[in-house]
């Protein structure tokens, strides 16, 4: 849900999960807005076939009881009405399949990236790497992303879901994240962001972002990982084009 924080001086956007909670996110990117449309058209069929199913099963209980048709009925087979439910299911799977491949591949292509954002998933905190800026020392910016302890929090931080250092990325962007995993199995799950790439030691996995609009995306690791799984939040900050390279400026200067 869209979550407004205030503070002091500025009003920020944050995308969290809020208290019993049945819907999704508000979405901040195409792909999460393509998951929410066919999860839409998807309960549109959900929900024909089983108030069809429903009504086939109450006639059929009603008619067929015994004191309703005591003489049962001889009929074994029927050309028409076995057809009809075989093509007319088929119909409606051919109809599901070609939105529901269109945003699988939409998912999996990565656009000509402006920027690169190495994810490295550790026991338990992530670490993330821009290997697009090198500064004078030819270091690139890298960084731990630890959350932050309950009595460390402030006023409108969210629990178990703060981090000490944000990914910052620029809105209207396309950006590509590669995963991997320090140790053991982790998953890097964003849900505004409509965002789930597993963590593999030894191995790079990717994904694309275009984030349409500024604001704070939490998300947490959607693997069980150890001990602490549930306390190795993420953060990333979607801030103006400007923001952002004012940011990297800053990181490079350190």
């Known amino acids: 849900m869209l979550t407004l924080f205030f503070y002091p001086s500025i009003t920020c956007l944050s995308d969290a999960a809020e208290n019993w909670q049945l819907g999704f996110q508000d979405p901040a990117t195409p792909i999460m807005e393509g998951i929410i449309n066919l999860h839409h058209d998807l309960m549109f069929f959900i929900c024909v076939v089983s108030i069809f199913v429903s009504w086939m099963l109450g006639r059929t209980l009603w008619h067929f009881e015994c004191k309703q048709n005591p003489v049962p009925s001889t009929l074994a087979h029927g050309t028409l009405i076995e057809m009809i439910w075989t093509i007319t299911p088929a119909f409606i799977l051919l109809v599901i399949a070609i939105p529901s491949f269109s945003l699988l591949y939409a998912m999996d292509e990565v656009i000509s990236p402006a920027i690169t954002v190495k994810t490295l998933g550790h026991q338990w905190y992530w670490s993330y790497e821009y290997s697009d800026y090198i500064n004078e020392d030819d270091e690139s910016i890298a960084f731990d992303s630890y959350m932050i302890p309950e009595e460390d929090l402030e006023l409108g931080q969210l629990r178990l879901l703060e981090v000490d250092n944000h990914m910052v990325v620029p809105v209207n962007t ?33 994904t694309s972002l275009f984030i349409k609009r500024e604001g704070l995306y939490y998300g947490q690791c959607s693997e069980i990982c150890g001990i602490n799984h549930g306390f190795m939040p993420i953060v990333v900050e979607a801030v103006s084009l400007p923001n952002y390279v004012t940011w990297i400026s800053n990181k490079l200067s350190e």
């Open 174 to 206: 396309h950006i590509r994240v590669i995963v991997s995993a320090a140790d053991v199995l982790h998953s890097w799950a964003v849900p505004s962001l409509g965002v789930k790439c597993d963590a593999i030691p030894g191995r790079l996995n990717q």
